[in-house]
C-alpha cells in the first residue's frame, strides 16, 4: 500500500518561494502528481511526473513558474515554488497513479495529508 506525505508547506511573501516535498514509500513505478484547493474552490491539477521522471506535465496556471521532479532513490517528489502570488494560497497535495494520464484525468489512488502554503501580498 502506496502511503504519501506532504511536507514544505508555510507562509511566505509574494514572489517568494516554496519548495514542497511528497515523500512515500513504494511508490517509484507510479506517477505522482500534485494538486491544490483553495478554501470555497475545486480541487486543482497542478502537475505530474512519470514514474521515470522523465515525462512532466504542468497546468497552464503555474508551468512557467513551478516545477515538478523526483527523486525515486529517495522515494521523494519535489514541487520548487517560484514567483509566488497571494491566489497561490491553498492546501496542497500529492496524489498517486499507475500513469501521468490517470494523474491528470483525477483517476488517483493514494492521497497525502496535504501541506498548507499562504501567500502574504
Known amino acids: 500500500q502506496v502511503q504519501l506525505v506532504e511536507s514544505g508547506g508555510g507562509l511566505v511573501q509574494a514572489g517568494g518561494s516554496l519548495r514542497l516535498s511528497c515523500a512515500a514509500s513504494?511508490?517509484?513505478?507510479?506517477?505522482v502528481g500534485w494538486f491544490r484547493q483553495a478554501p470555497g474552490k475545486e480541487r486543482e491539477f497542478l502537475a505530474a511526473?512519470?514514474?521515470?521522471?522523465?515525462?512532466?506535465y504542468y497546468a497552464d496556471s503555474v508551468k512557467d513558474r513551478f516545477t515538478i521532479s523526483r527523486d525515486n532513490a529517495k522515494n521523494t517528489v519535489l514541487l520548487h515554488m517560484d514567483s509566488l502570488k497571494p491566489e497561490d494560497t491553498a492546501a496542497y497535495y500529492c496524489?498517486?497513479?499507475?500513469?501521468?494520464?490517470?494523474?491528470?484525468?483525477?483517476?488517483?489512488?493514494?492521497w497525502g495529508q496535504g501541506t498548507l502554503v499562504t501567500v502574504s501580498s
Open positions: 513504494g511508490f517509484s513505478m507510479y506517477a
Open positions: 496524489a498517486s497513479a499507475p500513469t501521468t494520464e490517470a494523474i491528470m484525468t483525477g483517476a488517483t489512488e493514494v
Open positions: 511526473v512519470s514514474w521515470s521522471g522523465a515525462n512532466t
